[in-house]
């Protein structure tokens, strides 16, 4: 999976090992170091994102990670629209991933409640106690704490010291001074016992015991690792479940046979067949048949897609209606579904500023708390508190400090917001996007194709007193169904849409400039210009001149319509407004955003759209060219706004890279999804307010982790260095601080659509 530009290219590497922040941070200042590199690491993902120099090898960057004792390889290509055809990841590996965390944890659990029972309850400190706990405790320290002694001494080894070290420290200096207080302090003697405190009190240390607090603290932490393992499975679940919409298997013509082959093996050019409530195999053009396409699962649009000869299909989206035979264009990584789970996972890769300062606190926090440790315990020592309490505050400042949640706060965050969003159509490029959603108060609207469908449609229909609407629409509509003008065919496509099968002319011709004329039904007709009519001493009633005068105002083409020697209609034909744009305006206004409409098409069109939609007048900015786009975005920056620009064509595609924030329409050019920063895989103008409110929430809950982390560590270290948390209570802290910011990140699940 590497992509390669001039003299660089760029790999993800699956990294394998890391148990915390601290473990990322180290990878990644490592392969930092290295010329030519630039990394990011991910401990949320378990990914590193390199950018190298020809210099570099992919191999060498293995050897390096591997060289700081964790292991790296490159991750299996995504599987999307005929992509790879192997097993896919399934919950049987993730559980097998688990299982061995699992097994420590019940182990861990099963063995420290009665550790810590017979701890905190005096009546139950029968006479050898301590000695049943010692034999219950050690299991927990040594196997099911392992992982934890494990990486302590890989990283001490590469003189380094990660949360694990603290764990591993902290643990297992609690189990060693039982032990010595057992056998050679007076901890051992039968009978002994003493009460449980949640603070410190100053004692001999000799006749003290912590195996409550060694295993304790093993148990939690666990349970936290545990359940964070499975909460950040869940956090990616919305990618996994994109990757995995793709059909598995597809029909495909060969030699006039149909031939059931695996998606992996379909080609460019390769036609294959989609029987109703089959799956399409990847993206294609049809080529026989007609169908409605459910394509709800990539869009979130509800209502299927009619689609027949000619028009385009995605891959993974449902046919819902009759057998389709499809040549494909797209398969493998080029399918718009693997460019979708591939934007996905690269936002989810990504680090906002806030966790970018949060990677360097908690890659200095371990030396520091391991610091403040030995001075809790020197200065413990130095008042004549005892050996006891310096040695259980020391401990507790060790097991508190873990900044996990500190690591987790942006990544879980974004894997969420952004799988959550991919589920909603719609698709966020990177973290640093989310900021900029904030700060915007002024949103650029293309006209055509963003608040307008893109395309002429057949908007109003006059008549002359005494003419039918239903023999207007036969006429001019069989008639303009031989033309391929888009004019001509916005007529003819209306015409169809309201009275059915449109006759077939018996003669026809093109008049340039002017329109056409023919026989149908019997009829001598004509449609084009007034000056077509004139042609023919034909001159347009009062009434339908008014309306004619009237359409044009407004910026409509208007067309007319005789037979027979009598100018019998007026048609308005027009880049219509799409139903939900002038909800979407309402819904934008709402998120604090001034909609500014900007077109290349005239005053009178730009104004009368406005008014549809809602835009005022003032806030219209029209005949621009394509060009220039650009240079109005950034006349609004100079002005002091913070710009989000929506545009789907070529032409947008500089403007939407000049905007503080890009938003692309996903039915537009490749060229404008490419440079946007948010792209909206619906043609609805509503999915830019959701993507908004949704960029935002996802940015409200990272700072709220990051808050929560930070105030925990804070608050928490103190109390520990003064002797008022007892070191299993500080274990349970710790871990609840991790699964508190994953479960916090996984409420974003819950966002829905305005129109849901």
Same mark, same amino acid.
């Given at each position: 999976m590497t992509t390669t530009t001039t003299g660089t290219a760029q790999v993800e590497l699956a990294i394998g090992g890391m148990t915390c922040a601290s473990c990322a941070a180290r990878i990644e200042k490592k392969l930092n170091r290295m010329d030519g590199v630039e990394a990011t690491v991910n401990y949320a993902t378990e990914k590193a994102k390199v950018?190298?120099?020809?210099?570099?090898?992919?191999?060498?960057?293995?050897?390096?990670?591997?060289?700081t004792g964790y292991t790296a390889r490159e991750p299996a290509a995504p599987r999307g629209a005929g992509g790879d055809d192997g097993p896919p990841p399934g919950e049987g590996q993730a559980d097998e991933e688990l299982r061995p965390l699992r097994q420590r944890l019940v182990t861990a659990v099963v063995l420290t409640v009665p550790v810590i029972a017979m701890a905190m309850v005096p009546a139950l400190q029968i006479e050898y106690w301590q000695w049943l706990s010692l034999t219950?405790?050690?299991?927990?320290?040594?196997?099911?704490?392992?992982?934890? #002694?494990?990486a302590a001494w890989t990283n001490a080894r590469h003189g380094a010291a990660t949360m694990d070290t603290l764990i591993s420290v902290g643990t297992g200096a609690a189990f060693l001074w039982s032990v010595w207080a057992l056998f050679f302090g007076t901890a051992g003697t039968p009978g002994m016992t003493h009460p449980f405190a949640f603070t410190i009190a100053r004692s001999d240390g000799a006749g003290n015991i912590y195996l409550e607090a060694a295993a304790g603290v093993t148990a939690f932490i666990l349970a936290g690792r545990y359940f964070e393992a499975r909460s950040k499975r869940r956090a990616g679940a919305a990618l996994r479940a994109l990757m995995e919409l793709g059909a598995k298997e597809v029909t495909v013509l060969r030699g006039g046979r149909e031939v059931r082959v695996p998606t992996g093996q379909l080609g460019v050019g390769d036609r294959f067949v989609v029987r109703p409530g089959e799956k399409i195999a990847t993206d294609g053009v049809v080529v026989e048949g007609s169908s409605a396409v459910d394509a709800s699962m990539l869009t979130g649009e509800s209502v299927p897609v009619e689609v027949a000869v000619g028009d385009t299909v995605t891959g993974?989206?449902?046919? +819902?209606?009759?057998?389709?035979? /499809?040549?494909?264009?797209?398969?493998?990584?080029? &399918?718009?579904?693997?460019?979708?789970?591939?934007?996905?996972?690269?936002?989810?890769?990504? $680090?906002?500023?806030?966790?970018?300062? +949060?990677?360097?606190?908690?890659?200095?926090?371990?030396?520091?708390?391991?610091?403040?440790?030995? =001075?809790?315990?020197?200065?413990w020592l130095g008042s004549g508190a005892g050996v006891t309490a310096a040695f259980t505050a020391a401990v507790a400042v060790l097991i508190i400090a873990c900044p996990c949640a500190l690591g987790l706060a942006t990544p879980t965050a974004l894997m969420v917001g952004t799988g959550r969003g991919a589920q909603l159509g719609i698709l966020i490029k990177g973290p640093e996007v989310l900021e900029n959603t904030r700060k915007a108060d002024t949103v650029v609207l293309d006209k055509t194709g963003t608040v307008t469908t893109g395309r002429m449609t057949l908007l109003a229909l006059h008549t002359a007193d005494g003419t039918d609407e239903t023999d207007v629409l036969r006429l001019a509509g069989g008639l303009e169904n031989a033309s391929e003008h888009p004019i001509a065919q916005a007529v003819a496509t209306g015409a169809a849409?309201?009275?059915?099968?449109? @006759? &077939?002319?018996?003669?026809?011709?093109?008049? @340039?400039?002017?329109?056409?004329?023919?026989?149908?039904?019997? #009829?001598? /007709?004509l449609v084009g210009r007034e000056q077509l009519l004139a042609q023919w001493a034909m001159e347009l009633p009062e009434s339908l001149r008014r309306a004619k005068e009237e359409a044009e105002q407004t910026g409509r083409t208007a067309i007319a319509v005789a037979w027979d020697g009598q100018a019998r209609a007026v048609l308005e034909v027009a880049d219509a407004v799409k139903d939900t744009s002038a909800e979407a /305006?309402?819904?934008?206004?709402?998120?604090?955003? &001034? @909609?500014?409409?900007?077109? =290349?098409?005239?005053? +009178?069109?730009?104004?009368?759209?406005?008014?549809?939609?809602?835009?005022?007048?003032? #806030?219209?900015?029209?005949?621009?060219? @394509?060009?220039? $786009?650009?240079?109005?975005? $950034?006349?609004?920056?100079?002005e002091?706004?913070?710009?989000?620009?929506? =545009?789907?064509?070529?032409?947008?595609?500089?403007?939407?890279?000049?905007?503080?924030? =890009?938003? +692309?329409?996903?039915?537009? &050019?490749?060229?404008a999804i490419e440079a946007g920063d948010l792209t909206l895989v619906r043609g609805d103008l509503r999915a830019a307010a959701d993507a908004i409110r949704l960029s935002r929430r996802t940015l409200a809950t990272i700072k709220g982790n990051l808050f929560w982390a930070f105030a925990y560590n804070i608050a928490a270290l103190p109390l520990a260095a003064l002797g008022y948390l007892n070191p299993m209570i500080a274990g349970a802290?710790?871990?609840?601080?991790?699964?508190?910011?994953?479960?916090?990140?996984?409420?974003?699940?819950?966002? $829905?659509a305005a129109n849901a």
């Open positions: 950018t190298f120099t020809d210099g570099v090898s992919v191999e060498d960057l293995i050897a390096t990670v591997e060289a219950l405790a050690a299991p927990v320290v040594v196997y099911a704490a392992w992982p934890f #002694h494990r993974a989206t449902l046919n +819902a209606g009759g057998r389709l035979v /499809v040549e494909a264009t797209r398969v493998g990584a080029d &399918t718009q579904l693997a460019r979708m789970a591939k934007l996905v996972e690269d936002a989810q890769n990504g $680090k906002a500023a806030a966790q970018r300062l +949060a990677d360097r606190i908690s890659a200095v926090f371990v030396p520091v708390v391991i610091a403040l440790a030995v =001075g809790t315990l020197g200065f849409a309201r009275i059915g099968t449109l @006759p &077939t002319p018996e003669d026809f011709a093109n008049i @340039p400039g002017l329109g056409v004329q023919g026989i149908v039904d019997g #009829h001598a /007709v /305006v309402r819904r934008l206004r709402a998120l604090g955003l &001034t @909609p500014v409409l900007l077109t =290349g098409d005239n005053e +009178a069109v730009a104004r009368a759209v406005a008014a549809e939609v809602g835009i005022e007048p003032r #806030h219209v900015i029209a005949e621009v060219l @394509p060009e220039d $786009k650009v240079q109005v975005v $950034k006349r609004l920056q100079a002091g706004r913070s710009v989000a620009m929506v =545009g789907d064509g070529v032409n947008d595609a500089a403007a939407l890279a000049q905007a503080d924030l =890009g938003l +692309a329409m996903g039915t537009g &050019t490749d060229a802290a710790m871990a609840f601080s991790s699964v508190f910011v994953v479960g916090n990140s996984l409420r974003l699940r819950g966002f $829905k």
